[in-house]
């Protein structure tokens, strides 16, 4: 069996597989994050600990861990977790939606060297500018930093003893070159660093330490367990639904938005403000728009009625062309296409025929438009999009899966029921590197239906998104 740990921000989840990828069981602990200042956002790695101890916990309270062979890892993306050199925690993990460091990401995106050499924009959400935020604002943290890990090799050090990153969550950092699939001497000293505060490099199929026989011991696994190199999360994600080859590709409607395109080659741009990473698998890339709220814009407006997001979305009924109302997502700014951290969410056009209905299609329209954003900048660089799956709670509605197949104009695929996130992938992964298995178990999951795109509306939503771009326009200078 293998085990597969997904550490996101809102909550660890662990998925045990068989040998015939099957899940046996599965098991979640909750996090919470922390925003002491307006635009950041913060964790304490201890808690990361402490979730996986119970999510192994509750596994093991299951179904025997005594067969497991591998584990391999997921999780959020680009926090910054500083340790001293004994491995202690210096301050609380700047995670990757925390914009606090926008003016140092500005500053580094302004030195050619960054894209030439990572293939992307350094955004404030990234690693790199966290540290020189750090080394301005708090610079004893800052000289005492021995070592910056990822979140989930900051879980990996507690597994194994071993600080080791892998080439999807690295490519995160600002500071790989991701052509080449290695640290770049030059942009780490370009914002303070030094290769030797950084862990170690494998793909994510490869072994990156064993278990450490005192939590084998506790949680009832054997002695000599692997642990996989792992992915960051929409990596790991795209291992678990099978998107490895080029014209693959997923979107994902979770606390985040994300269009993610596998690739044989890699072909950055950008200025798109498209992401071009390694992908968890030797010799292979991937493309991905980002946009920072998604379900989280929707569970937003559930807040605000004080209703389930189901019960919002549940009442509209057959999807209709989008109406007059405008709902931008941008509540903590934005990634793809505008690298904007200063922007924010916005309402437009209400009118007293406003109802509850058309402010719930209009939060979904807003998302699905800026999905059109991410797809209309990956179609740029020249990636082509043959089959997409949609993945993430927000998938859930039809409605909204509706919406985005006919704003893409492309058929959307629906899993069956079952779990093809993080967790799952990371499983994956910890069974090739256990077996010395390689990318022909990253299958594709049996699909459930395809959601077609309703002709009828292709135009509506194409006029509907050209005011959505032109409202950011008008509203940037005022934010």
Known sequence: MFIGLDLGTSGLKAVLINDSQAIVAEAT???????????WSEQDPAAWLDAADAAMQALAGQVSLAQVRGIGLSGQMHGA????????????????????????????DADPRFRALTGNI??????????????????????????????????????????VAEMSDAAGTSWLDVGKRDW???????????RAQMPRLVEGSEVSGQLRDKLADRWGLPKGVIVAGGGGDNAASAVGVGVVKAGDAFV??????????????????AATAVHTFCHALPETWHQMGVIL????????????????????????????APGRPLFLPYLGGERTPHNDANIRGSFL??????????????????VTHAIRDSYDALSATGTQIKRLIAVGGGSKSDYWVRAIATSLDLPVQLPVAGDF??????????????????????????????????????????????????????????T
């Open 122 to 163: 350094v955004f404030a959400g990234f690693t790199a500018p966290k540290l020189v935020w750090v080394a301005k604002h708090e610079p004893e943290i800052f000289a005492k930093t021995a070592r910056v890990l990822l979140p989930k090799d900051y879980l990996r050090l507690w597994l194994t003893g071993e600080a």
């Open 421 to 478: 996130g993080g967790a799952f992938g990371a499983a994956r992964l910890g069974m090739m590197a256990a077996t010395g298995a390689g990318v022909e178990i990253a299958t594709a999951p049996q699909i459930a239906r395809t959601i077609d795109p309703e002709p009828s509306l292709t135009s509506a939503f194409r006029e509907a998104h050209t005011r959505y771009r032109a409202s950011y326009g008008a509203l940037k200078g005022l």
């Open 29 to 39: 602990a909750p996090l919470t994050a922390a925003r002491p200042q307006p635009g």
């Open 81 to 108: 977790t500083l340790l001293d050199r004994d491995d202690a925690v210096l301050r609380p993990c700047i995670l990757w939606n925390d914009t606090r460091a926008a003016v140092e990401a500005a500053s580094l």
């Open 252 to 269: 994902s409607l979770g606390t985040s938005g994300v269009l993610f395109a596998a690739s044989d080659a890699y072909q950055p741009d």
């Open 293 to 320: 709220a998604a379900a989280d814009a929707l569970n937003w407006f559930a807040r605000i009625t004080d209703k389930p997001s189901a019960t919002l979305t549940g009442v509209l009924g057959d999807l209709q």
């Open 349 to 366: 056009h209400l009118d007293h025929a406003t109802d509850q209905s058309a402010m719930t299609r209009a939060v979904l329209e807003g």
């Open 184 to 194: 770049s001497d030059e942009l780490l000293a370009a914002s303070g660093m030094s």
